[in-house]
């Protein structure tokens, strides 16, 4: 499967921003999905992790600001980010793959990534 990362850009705090992950080839309901990220200077971080039950974990981050949601039909991943902060600033990674509970957070767990997109927040 090929994915397809987009949506970034400049928002000021506290505002919203959808980001999308577009999948060409199998569909993603055959997957595990997951949205990481990275800023500068810091470790790949794992925000959403959703099974291809749709059994969903939130990292602290995301709880209570972010949520995922899936189109079938377009075959496209959603991340809904609410409430945007400074620290929220990184490059935006939609990942699909098999890991298996233990290691749902660890992003080689992931076999295909997308591009990445940037989200900048700022006052």
């Known amino acids: 499967v090929q994915l397809q990362a987009s949506g970034g850009g400049l928002v000021q705090t506290g505002g919203s921003l959808r980001l999308s992950c577009a999948a060409s080839?199998?569909?993603?309901?055959?997957?595990?999905v997951a949205w990481f990220r990275q800023a500068p200077g810091k470790e790949r971080e794992g925000l959403i992790v959703?099974?291809?039950?749709?059994?969903?974990w939130y990292s602290d981050s995301a709880k209570g600001r972010f949520t995922v949601s899936r189109d079938n039909a377009e075959n496209t991943v959603y991340l809904q980010m609410n409430n945007l902060k400074d620290d929220d600033t990184a490059v935006y990674y939609c990942?699909?793959?098999?890991?298996?509970?233990?290691?749902?957070?660890?992003?080689?767990?992931?076999?295909?990534w997308g591009q990445g997109t940037q989200v900048t927040v700022s006052s």
């Open positions: 080839g199998p569909t993603l309901n055959s997957y595990g």
């Open positions: 959703r099974r291809s039950s749709g059994q969903t």
């Open positions: 990942a699909a793959g098999f890991p298996i509970f233990s290691t749902r957070w660890d992003w080689q767990a992931y076999r295909y």
